[in-house]
């Protein structure tokens, strides 16, 4: 007689259903209220049969490997064209800000006083290496949103102020790298994933922590 094959650990389906729920929600097949809803029945699922439901009606994703440890299934977009050397961001007792589709330069200048700027790179075409910013900032802010895939590096001198980096830093040597550096005199820089990005990092963290609870 044949043997049957064996059912598949619910930990590892549940990691492959997370796996697919979260491609999914990246390439906007599910909205942000039903992403949450899927994970969460995901993460409390005790069946194969009740996780598999879950999936049955999005289509499989297939995404590129990277060979680091830590690389992205996500894209960095690439100029391939002319890229401008320099620019400047000032804001003083005002705010500034550069989103939606653009070409960073290779070098951003920017001083705040008082007053804050936003960069955001999520759509932005990166110049192939590094790119870096050098920041200036006294009791102001700067919002620096990044798109997972993109090697971050931060570095800078805080006086009364703050350099907070929540991103992945180095995820693929060959992908273009981001440099910040500067200082920050009672005020702040803020280096970080898009917000949907964050929030499936954070589920990610939990669904490894149950998992390793169960482990034991």
């Known amino acids: 007689m044949a043997e049957l094959p ?12 997370i796996e697919k729920l979260t491609l999914n929600y990246a390439h906007n097949n599910l909205d942000d209220e039903e992403f949450e809803q899927r994970l969460s029945r995901a993460t409390n699922a005790q069946t ?3 996780l598999m439901l879950l999936v049955d009606d999005l289509p499989d994703i297939a995404e590129p490997k990277r060979p680091a440890a830590k690389s992205s299934e996500y894209h960095v977009a ?14 003083i007792l005002s705010g500034s800000s550069r989103k939606g589709l653009w070409q960073p330069p290779r070098n951003i200048r920017i001083f705040a006083l008082m007053g804050g700027v936003e960069l955001d790179f999520t759509e932005a075409e990166m110049p192939p290496g590094t790119t870096e910013i050098t920041v200036f900032t006294v009791m102001g802010g700067i919002d620096i949103t990044v798109p997972p895939g993109l090697n971050v590096d931060v570095s800078g001198v805080p006086l009364m102020g703050g350099f907070d980096d929540s991103t992945a830093g180095v995820v693929d040597p060959n992908a273009p790298t981001l440099k910040v550096r500067g200082v920050a ?12 990005f964050r929030r499936m990092m954070r589920r990610r963290s939990r669904r490894h922590e149950l998992d390793r609870d169960e482990d034991f």
């Not at 064996?6 to 259903?17: G, K, Y």
């Open 6 to 17: 064996r059912e598949r650990p619910v930990t590892i389906v549940r990691d492959q259903v």
């Open 48 to 50: 194969e049969n009740e």
């Open 78 to 91: 690439v100029n391939t064209g002319p890229v401008k050397e320099e620019s400047a961001i000032v804001a």
């Open 185 to 196: 005199i009672m005020g702040g820089v803020d280096v970080k994933l898009p917000r949907k």
